[in-house]
T-cell receptor
C-alpha cells in the first residue's frame, strides 16, 4: 500500500526566503503525486501534480516540485516566499485503479515579515 | 463550472441532534469523497462513491454516521445522534475519470460544532 510522509508539521520562513516543504512516498509502482494548498477557512486546492511526464512540475503561484524516483521524494519549493503563501500544504499519492489518494498529515507554512 | 458545492457552511447544534451535510459534485464527475478534518487527526477519508455506489466506508467512525448518493448530482452525510467529538470540518470532493486516484476537487467545507 502507498503512504506519504511530510517532514515537519510546521515550517517558518522569512519573506523572500526559499520555501522547501518535504514529501516522501512509498509505492510499489510509479505513482501519481500531488501537492494541495489549504488557505484558512477554505477547502484544499490543487497546486501541482506529477503524472509521469516531466519530473520537474511547475504549479500555480510560483511553486514547483521535482519527482525523484531514487529518493522516493516529491519536495515542494518556491524561490521567494510571499506573505500570501502562509497556508497548510498537503502532499498526496495515488495509483491508477480503485484506491483513493492518500494524503500526508500536512505542513503549516508561516511567512515572517 | 461552479465547483463542488457544500451546505451548510457552518452548523452549530446540540448533542443528540441529527445533522445532515449536503454536497453537489462537479457535473460529469463520477467519484465523490467525504473527508473529515480535525486538528488532532488531520484529514480523514470517511467514505467514497463511484458512479453513485459506495465503494469503501471503512473510514466511517461509527454507525451514527451514514452517507448516501441517490443520484450523480447529490450526496448527503448524516450524523445521528451527534456528539461533541464529531465537531470538525467536513469536506466533500469529486473527481472524474476511470480511476478514483485522480485529481480531487474540494468544496469549501462544512464546519460542524456540536455543543
Amino acid at each position: 500500500a502507498q503512504s506519504v510522509t511530510q517532514l515537519g508539521s510546521h515550517v517558518s520562513v522569512s519573506e523572500g526566503a526559499l520555501v522547501l516543504l518535504r514529501c516522501n512516498y512509498s509505492s510499489s509502482v510509479p505513482p501519481y503525486l500531488f501537492w494541495y494548498v489549504q488557505y484558512p477557512n477554505q477547502g484544499l486546492q490543487l497546486l501541482l501534480k506529477y503524472t509521469s511526464a516531466a519530473t520537474l512540475v511547475k504549479g500555480i503561484n510560483g511553486f514547483e516540485a521535482e519527482f525523484k524516483k531514487s529518493e522516493t521524494s516529491f519536495h515542494l519549493t518556491k524561490p521567494s516566499a510571499h506573505m500570501s503563501d502562509a497556508a497548510e500544504y498537503f502532499c498526496a499519492v495515488g495509483l491508477s485503479g480503485n484506491t483513493p489518494l492518500v494524503f500526508g498529515k500536512g505542513t503549516r507554512l508561516s511567512v515572517i515579515a | 463550472d461552479a465547483g463542488v458545492i457544500q451546505s451548510p457552511r457552518h452548523e452549530v447544534t446540540e448533542m443528540g441532534q441529527e445533522v445532515t451535510l449536503r454536497c453537489k459534485p462537479i457535473s460529469g464527475h463520477n467519484s465523490l469523497f467525504w473527508y473529515r478534518q480535525t486538528m488532532m487527526r488531520g484529514l480523514e477519508l470517511l467514505i467514497y462513491f463511484n458512479n453513485n455506489v459506495p465503494i469503501d466506508d471503512s473510514g466511517m467512525p461509527e454507525d451514527r454516521f451514514s452517507a448516501k448518493m441517490p443520484n450523480a448530482s447529490f450526496s448527503t452525510l448524516k450524523i445521528q445522534p451527534s456528539e461533541p467529538r464529531d465537531s470538525a470540518v467536513y469536506f466533500c470532493a469529486s473527481s472524474s475519470g476511470t480511476s478514483v486516484a485522480g485529481e480531487l476537487f474540494f468544496g469549501e467545507g462544512s464546519r460542524l460544532t456540536v455543543l
